[in-house]
T-cell receptor
Framework: ETGVTQSPTHLIKTRGQQVTLRCSSQ?????VSWYQQALGQGPQFIFQ???????GRGNFPPRFSGLQFPNYSSELNVNALELDDSALYLC?????????????FGSGTQLSVL | GDSVTQMEGPVTLSEEAFLTINCTYT??????LFWYVQYPGEGLQLLLK?????DKGSNKGFEATYRKETTSFHLEKGSVQVSDSAVYFC????????????FGQGTRLTINP
């Protein structure tokens, strides 16, 4: 079991609303990545934060934004929710110098947009 | 852009059967290749990896060989167990340090006793 925790585990929102998802990284990890996993699909990279700065972004519109805090926990914010935003949102934490053996994923937040 | 294609599932096998899950990739550079596993209600876990051509990754009886000539990284296991039931994802990363992964669509594996 990893030390990456995500909250909430499930969430239901209405189209047009805004949502905030939270991630607490593994102790000592200063890099957090977010992924979107639609039903029956593989995870897609949204963005990565390193020491509170965005450090890479995938092909997602600006209404997907994030924050990383001094304790390295992170938030993913999605504005103007659309039906297609329904997905499992995964957070992963790491240290840049470590290999993928030490990239740990949380169990995710299941977001449903009605 | 880079992409990963996996054999479509779901795959259902009997215990002790031989497993192959096909994975091919498209990348402009020389990526590292990975297999991740997702058990119900849990986060993704790294199963194995290979960082250069002809490398073989192995873990828990699973193996995959990085084939540059066929751009493939097929997952194999000689004798599956019920506990291997999960969703398996093939993935690539251009750089070891960037930690940005490109995943395939996943293959759901069910092993019957």
């Amino acid at each position: 079991e990893t030390g990456v925790t995500q909250s909430p585990t499930h969430l239901i929102k209405t189209r047009g609303q805004q949502v905030t998802l939270r991630c607490s990284s593994q102790s000592g990890h200063n890099t957090v990545s977010w992924y979107q996993q639609a039903l029956g699909q593989g995870p897609q990279f949204i963005f990565q934060y390193y020491r509170e700065e965005e450090n890479g972004r995938g092909n997602f519109p600006p209404r997907f934004s994030g924050l990383q805090f001094p304790n390295y926990s992170s938030e993913l914010n999605v504005n103007a929710l659309e039906l297609d935003d329904s997905a499992l949102y995964l957070c992963a934490s790491s240290l840049p110098r470590d290999g993928y053996e030490k990239l740990f994923f949380g169990s995710g937040t299941q977001l449903s947009v009605l | 852009g880079d992409s990963v294609t996996q054999m479509e599932g779901p795959v259902t096998l009997s215990e002790e059967a031989f497993l192959t899950i096909n994975c091919t990739y498209t990348a402009t550079g020389y990526p590292s290749l990975f297999w991740y596993v997702q058990y119900p209600g849990e986060g993704l876990q790294l199963l194995l990896k290979a960082t250069k051509a002809d490398d073989k990754g192995s873990n828990k009886g699973f193996e995959a060989t990085y084939r540059k000539e066929t751009t493939s990284f097929h997952l194999e296991k000689g004798s599956v167990q019920v506990s291997d039931s999960a969703v398996y994802f093939c993935a690539l990363s251009e750089q070891e340090g960037a930690q940005k992964l490109v995943f395939g669509q996943g293959t759901r594996l069910t092993i019957n006793p």
